[in-house]
């Protein structure tokens, strides 16, 4: 499993969604592109990364990789609780806030990208906030299911894209070429 440190700072984050959204948050598939979008809104504004927990393409869009582990160390923990509710005619979760969530302890900068992470699917459904995912990651489209997320080239418009895939064609070919035809 990952290191205790990034355990802890990715279900620190779950909780700051959590009482960012007002204490509770409905639909894991929102949470999951809060997340992401969190993440994003992170290392567009400000240095680093707001953590290093993976993030994986799952057929619904960007999502946490090992969810069901932190959330069951959530739940054992009290720092959050759970429920469904029915939307439409589906079921959802509810995550709530639990008995011993801990005060916030994330830095300003950090969250202020929850905060975005949040607004980025209030008041959408699941099929909407996926549907919208999928336009927006190019990676989540280039990847199979399971597999980790380079989320950050979402943060590269295609036009440099485009440009740094040629500039990284042009140094492969130079390093296969053979060593005495270089620097000539």
Same mark, same amino acid.
């Given at each position: 499993?990952?290191? %205790?440190?990034?355990?802890?700072?990715?279900? $620190?984050?779950?909780?700051?969604?959590? /009482?960012?959204?007002?204490?509770?948050?409905?639909?894991?598939?929102?949470?999951? $592109? !809060? &997340?992401?979008?969190?993440?994003? %809104?992170?290392?567009?504004?400000?240095?680093?990364?707001?953590?290093?927990?993976?993030?994986?393409?799952?057929?619904?869009?960007?999502?946490?990789?090992?969810?069901?582990? =932190?959330?069951?160390?959530?739940?054992?923990?009290?720092? =959050?609780?759970?429920?469904?509710?029915?939307?439409?005619? &589906?079921?959802?979760?509810?995550?709530?806030?639990?008995?011993?969530? #801990?005060? #916030? +302890? =994330?830095?300003?900068?950090?969250?202020?990208?929850?905060?975005?992470?949040?607004?980025?699917?209030?008041? $959408? +459904?699941?099929?909407?906030? !996926?549907?919208? +995912?999928?336009?927006?990651?190019?990676?989540? /489209?280039?990847? $199979?299911?399971?597999?980790? =997320?380079?989320?950050?080239?979402?943060?590269?418009?295609?036009?440099? /894209?485009?440009?740094?895939?040629?500039?990284?064609?042009?140094?492969?070919?130079?390093? %296969?070429? #053979?060593?005495?035809?270089?620097?000539?």
């Amino acid at each position: 499993m990952k290191i %205790s440190h990034e355990t802890k700072r990715a279900k $620190k984050i779950i909780v700051e969604l959590v /009482r960012e959204a007002g204490g509770q948050f409905q639909n894991k598939t929102n949470l999951f $592109k !809060s &997340f992401w979008k969190a993440h994003l %809104s992170y290392a567009a504004n400000s240095p680093g990364y707001l953590s290093t927990w993976p993030i994986v393409r799952m057929p619904n869009g960007p999502g946490i990789e090992d969810f069901d582990y =932190l959330l069951s160390e959530m739940l054992g923990d009290g720092w =959050l609780t759970i429920g469904e509710t029915q939307v439409g005619s &589906f079921r959802a979760m509810i995550f709530s806030l639990g008995p011993n969530c #801990p005060p #916030p +302890s =994330l830095p300003e900068d950090a969250l202020a990208a929850i905060r975005e992470g949040v607004e980025a699917v209030d008041g $959408k +459904s699941a099929t909407a906030v !996926s549907d919208e +995912s999928h336009r927006q990651s190019r990676v989540w /489209r280039e990847a $199979k299911d399971g597999e980790e =997320l380079d989320i950050y080239l979402d943060l590269i418009d295609d036009a440099e /894209r485009a440009r740094l895939d040629a500039d990284l064609a042009v140094l492969a070919n130079a390093v %296969s070429l #053979p060593y005495s035809t270089l620097g000539k």
